[in-house]
T-cell receptor, first 109, second 113 residues
Framework: GQNIDQPTEMTATEGAIVQINCTYQ??????LFWYQQHAGEAPTFLSY??LDGLEEKGRFSSFLSRSKGYSYLLLKELQMKDSASYLC??????????WGAGTKLIIKP | IAGITQAPTSQILAAGRRMTLRCTQD?????MYWYRQDLGLGLRLIHY???????GKGEVPDGYSVSRANTDDFPLTLASAVPSQTSVYFC????????????FGPGTRLTVL
């Protein structure tokens, strides 16, 4: 079956760095998306990885290892507004996104 | 209109009633999607449409129907609502290429009593 595993909740301090891990098992693979979702709002796109390695975009970076079925999202210089859920979503052989339940990130001052 | 809109924002519905959730996008995207999001679970795909005139079933299609008469609109209908359909419903769209980013509407919070 298809499965996505992310930590349910993480806590970090303002200004620090946090890494959110995601492991996945899918029928086929066509890249992996990360989305951010603030409470009560819609998910918004953060990153897309299709090849192994690190993609950097400002304070956010995303890493992919296809052979390990593993990705992580790295957030640097954390700000209070980064308090949100972060959703990992690999794309399967039918190009449908398989969504994890998300990691709720709590930022403390 | 800018992006994707959904209506209503929220709704309380008696079980057995028929309900249509509306979704409109102005980005001329080919593909559109309906998801439901429940606490502790990931987004689950209900139905999708790769282009106007075509629709497909997602992971949890039972009890729901869709139509795609034109590019912009993708309504979701609950023919006879049941309490297990209480959820937050998100509509999304993408350009249509297989790995294109999906853009989400603001969601509809539906409660079925």
């Amino acid at each position: 079956g298809q499965n996505i595993d992310q930590p349910t909740e993480m806590t970090a301090t303002e200004g620090a760095i946090v890494q959110i891990n995601c492991t996945y098992q899918t029928s086929g693979f066509n890249g992996l998306f990360w989305y951010q979702q603030h409470a009560g709002e819609a998910p918004t796109f953060l990153s897309y990885n299709v090849l192994d390695g690190l993609e950097e975009k400002g304070r956010f970076s995303s890493f992919l290892s296809r052979s390990k079925g593993y990705s992580y999202l790295l957030l640097k210089e954390l700000q209070m507004k980064d308090s949100a859920s972060y959703l990992c979503a690999p794309s399967d052989s039918n190009y449908q996104l398989i969504w994890g339940a998300g990691t709720k990130l709590i930022i403390k001052p | 209109i800018a992006g994707i809109t959904q209506a209503p924002t929220s709704q309380i519905l008696a079980a057995g009633r028929r309900m249509t959730l509306r979704c409109t996008q102005d980005m001329r995207h080919n593909a559109m999607y309906w998801y439901r999001q429940d606490l502790g679970l990931g987004l689950r795909l209900i139905h999708y449409s790769n282009t106007a005139g075509t629709t497909g079933k997602g992971e949890v299609p039972d009890g729901y129907s869709v139509s795609r008469a034109n590019t912009d609109d993708f309504p979701l209908t609950l023919a006879s609502a049941v309490p297990s359909q209480t959820s937050v419903y998100f509509c999304a769209s993408s350009k249509g290429q297989a790995t294109d980013t999906q853009y989400f509407g603001p969601g509809t919070r539906l409660t079925v009593l």
